[in-house]
Each structure stands twice: as C-alpha cells, then as structure tokens.
C-alpha cells in the first residue's frame, strides 16, 4: 500500500547531540511536511518542501533543518537537541495547493535525555 | 488574522449520548476543511474531509460534519458515541496554500 513512513517510532537522545528523523513516502507526492507536537497540543507546521524548494516557517527555531534528497525522502535534523524539544514528530506529504488530500505518517516520538 | 478555533478544550459525554465538537475557522475564502482524531501516543487519523459541494460530509466512524458558510464553521457531530471514541479530535484547514493548519484540539471523554 502507498503510504508515508516514518523511523524510527521512538527516539531518544542525549542533551545536545544532533539527531536525524527520516519520512519516507511511496505515493510520489509533491509536497512534504514536518509538524512538531507536544504533549496536550496541536500539531505545529515547522517547514515543508514543495518538490525541491524549501519553505520554512518563521518561528522555527534555527536548530531545526530539513533535507530532501529526492522525491521519496525527507529528513528532519535537530542540531543540538534541548529537553523543549521532546515532542512527536509528524511527517506528511500532499500533491500540492488545492490538491486537498493529505496523508500522515504515524510519527516519530523523540525524549531528550 | 488567519486562523482555526476549536472552543472546546475539554468535552465530557455519557457512551450513547450525541456528541457535537465545534470549529470556526477566519480565512478569505473558504479553505479545505478536515477532522482528524488522535488517540494517546498515536497519529492522526482523517474522520472526514470537505472541499465543496454537499455541505453535509459523511466520515468514517459514524461520524458527520456540516459546513455552514456564513458562520465560517465546520462543526463535528455523532449521533450517539462509544466509549471508543474517547481521543484528541483536531480540526484543520488549508487555505488555498500547500499548508494545512491545525486547530488547537477538543479532548473528548466519554463516561459509561
């Protein structure tokens, strides 16, 4: 089945250390999305690339980067991960604006330790 | 300002009874509509989508929604609810962008 993947389910890292979350997609969609949620709130868009162009929103923090490679990945990299940053993280794709279908993996949770 | 309002934080029901969950959205035009539930430690799951047409949507669940445009609201509703039902349920937009915004969630809880 096309679906969007994402590993790991559960992550722990130390204080400060970089850590990589990886999405990957089957479905060939334009668009992928990272979101951050935390305990008890919603879901919150942190950047999302359409094909190759990169669009950041302006209150995510600089510690936070993404990259995409090629069409069926993309990755969310935390430079020097802070215990605020233990959230699930939510990785999405769509076919782009006005496509209206959106297709969510099941998330990667992340402690901070 | 753009934005999508749940007004319900918390909401308590008995198992059986009906279950109406509200959101209002301020957009320009009226953007695609969603309700996604989530329960504990889960992802999101899509109950129901609008993007034109029919202003009553049938979702998964047993669960339907109504767009009423001039109150700029896509309420959620059930006619009589299981104690499985108890999860996050988040509305959400998408404006005539790629984004899709959240709203800020109702946390359902269903009594016996």
């Known amino acids: 089945d096309a679906m969007v993947i994402q590993n790991p389910r559960y992550q722990v890292t130390q204080f400060g250390k970089p850590v990589t979350l990886s999405c990957s997609q089957t479905l060939n969609h334009n668009v992928m999305y990272w979101y951050q949620q935390k305990s008890s709130q919603a879901p919150k868009l942190l950047f999302h690339y359409y094909d190759k162009d990169f669009n950041n929103e302006a209150d995510t923090p600089d510690n936070f980067q993404s990259r995409r490679p090629n069409t069926s990945f993309c990755f969310l990299d935390i430079r020097s991960p802070g215990l605020g940053d233990a959230a699930m993280y939510l990785c999405?794709?769509?076919?782009?604006?006005?496509?209206?279908?959106?297709?969510f993996g099941s998330g990667t949770r992340l402690t901070v330790v | 300002a753009q934005s999508v309002t749940q007004p319900d934080i918390h909401i308590t029901v008995s198992e059986g009874a009906s279950l109406e969950l509200r959101c209002n959205y301020s957009y320009g035009a009226t953007p695609y509509l969603f309700w996604y539930v989530q329960s504990p430690g889960q992802g999101l799951q899509l109950l129901l989508k609008y993007f034109s047409g029919d202003t009553l949507v049938q979702g998964i669940k047993g669960f339907e929604a109504e767009f009423k445009r001039s109150q700029s609201s896509f309420n959620l509703r059930k006619p009589s609810v299981h104690w499985s039902d108890a999860a996050e349920y988040f509305c959400a937009v998408a404006p005539n962008t790629d984004k899709l915004i959240f709203g800020t969630g109702t946390r359902l809880q269903v009594f016996p």
């Open positions: 999405a794709t769509s076919r782009g604006a006005g496509s209206g279908g959106y297709t």
